[in-house]
């Protein structure tokens, strides 16, 4: 079992960058799959980006491609989300979520693919 806790939330202006970081708990971390999915009020959680057991492949919505980079670090437990040129759009609470990976070269865009979900760091991006 795996605990995440999310952090590095915030308000920024659009057009900034935060980045969002995920502790894991744990001596496993390098057997999960990780994604980053977030979820805004009154709509349903969506996917945001995810990265493979290793970190060799990543995917990103297209929504945020070109603006977001994922990536982790296995010595750390850690797998971070830089966001840069924010919107107003990308406002949402932001949910860090991990899954067994049999396959070092996955990622897993699906929201029920997860087992473990961090408690979520809230994103405000004003215009």
């Known amino acids: 079992q795996v605990q995440l806790v999310e952090s590095g939330g915030g308000l920024v202006q659009a057009g900034g960058s935060l980045r969002l970081s995920c502790a894991a708990s744990g001596r496993t971390f390098s057997s999960y799959v990780m994604g980053w999915f977030r979820q805004a009020p009154g709509k349903e959680r969506e996917f945001v980006s995810g990265?493979?057991?290793?970190?060799?492949?990543?995917s990103y919505a297209d929504s945020v491609k070109g603006r977001f980079t994922i990536s982790r670090d296995n010595a750390k437990n850690t797998v971070y989300l830089q966001m840069n040129s924010l919107k107003p759009e990308d406002t949402a609470v932001y949910y860090c979520a991990a899954t067994i990976g049999w396959l070092t070269t996955i990622v897993v865009r699906t929201s029920t693919d997860y087992n473990y979900w961090g408690q979520g760091t809230q994103v405000t991006v004003s215009s």
């Open positions: 990265i493979s057991r290793t970190g060799s492949t990543t």
